[in-house]
């Protein structure tokens, strides 16, 4: 689960790495170094996030370095429980009736573990796509992936099909689960002067923060984003915001004929994410499931996120031509979708008190306050399919973006 915390947390403690994976860890430092070199002597934290996360061969997403589980560095929702992606079912379900002959895409699949789950309850509902696309640009999570869904679903391997970019014409159901939060990310400092935008560089220590000039579009992000907040940013106020947000949404909106794109994620609303006590930023690092706030250590060995703006999703969706059709917490969307008769139904199938035990511990960690049902929220975003959706039938906070 990867949540974060208002206020900066301490690197002390972290874990020791085996030799094998800070040697991998040498390599994206050498890397990192070499792109910053290329840019002047400072690269922008948004490339750097990207070179460290992204990089091929190298970068965090690209590398075959555990990253999910107990053996990883953090867990998602499909693997706190298989409730998850059977609740989340029936709302595809749902969509899948009436759109007719919908696909499945789901975009970052991560261990597959959902993939697994909805192919399973689809089957169930009798409401199977022909085709369920995985978009993910990670060599070795596609791997992971596929050997997935062969253990535990092998009858519909023939279903999925990997996909290199957004297909044309999409009709059906998009699903994504914490994918904005780790698109690269752009940090603004407010100072007496105005805002500048922060860089990584050599220093004599090794990666180092450097001021860099904020841009014209630095200036207007921050000024729309004050605009929503309410008040100014204090000075020494830390503004973080995706500059590929737009663009991912506008590539989502393309490949959109008929549907529904259903996104999970931490995050808010603008007035939540840049409250006063957030002076500091939201980003974080997940490091064999501690958390801290420097990313400048171990690149390429740690994931990188931070909180999502949902009021800025909402604003670029609908410069993109999407439709909001809701937004609200993860555990209303999936009490809407019914995950009390999900729970039930498996508990009952569960043999031992040990399996009923892990399954009450799962439905906990997905719907408490302090765990998963609060902190992440849930955002629909459809194009020619005007449907109301059960998975906002409880509470629908779009007024509040």
């Known amino acids: ?25 040498g390599q994206v430092l050498s ?35 555990p990253k999910f589980g107990a053996a990883g560095d953090f867990i998602t929702a499909p693997e706190v429980s298989p409730l998850f992606g059977r609740a989340l079912a029936r709302q595809v379900a749902e969509v899948l009736e009436a759109v007719a002959d919908g696909d499945v895409l789901e975009f970052g699949a991560g261990s597959g573990a959902l993939a697994v789950e909805l192919l399973l309850e689809l089957e169930r509902l009798e409401r199977l796509p022909v085709r369920y696309l995985i978009l993910d640009l990670s060599a070795s999570l596609r791997v992971v992936q596929r050997e997935r869904i062969a253990r ?26 914490e994918v904005l939060d780790a698109l690269p990310l752009r940090l603004l400092e407010v100072t007496e002067e105005g805002p500048v935008r922060l860089g990584v560089s050599i220093g004599d220590a090794g990666l180092a923060w450097q001021r860099l000039p904020a ?26 915001y995706h500059p590929e947000l737009p663009g991912w949404l506008s590539g989502l909106a393309h490949a959109l004929e008929q549907g529904v794109a259903i996104l999970f994620d931490y995050g808010g609303t603008a007035r939540e994410l840049y409250a006063p006590e957030r002076w500091m930023g939201t980003l974080r690092c997940h490091l064999r499931h501690h958390a801290h706030d420097d990313p400048l250590i171990h690149p390429g060995l740690q994931d990188i996120t931070a909180w999502v703006d949902f009021s800025r999703v909402a604003e670029a969706a609908h410069a993109a031509g999407l439709d909001l059709l809701g937004y609200t917490m993860q555990a209303h969307f999936l009490l809407g979708c019914g995950l009390a008769q999900v729970y039930e139904q498996a508990f009952a199938e569960r043999a031992s008190e040990a399996d009923q035990l892990r399954l009450a511990q799962g439905f906990k960690t997905l719907m408490m306050p302090g765990e998963m049902g609060e902190r992440f929220k849930v955002i629909a975003l459809g194009k020619n399919l005007d449907m109301p959706l059960s998975g906002f039938a409880m509470r629908d906070f779009r007024d509040r973006l």
């Open 152 to 177: 535990h679903a092998p009858h519909l391997l023939a279903r999925v099909t990997w996909v290199d970019a957004w297909p044309e014409g999409f009709r059906g159901v998009i699903v994504g689960n």
């Open 215 to 240: 841009t014209d579009e630095d200036r207007a992000v921050l000024a729309d984003i004050q605009a929503r907040r309410g008040e100014p940013f204090p000075v020494g106020y830390r503004v973080e």
């Open 1 to 25: 689960m990867r949540c974060a915390s208002p206020r900066p947390l301490r690197v002390d403690g972290l874990p020791q790495l085996a030799p094998e994976v800070l040697a991998h860890g």
């Open 31 to 65: 890397h990192l170094r070499a792109r910053i070199g290329a840019a002047g002597g400072a690269l922008d934290f948004a490339d750097f996030m990207r070179e460290a996360l992204y990089a091929p061969g190298l970068g965090y997403y690209a590398a075959g370095l």
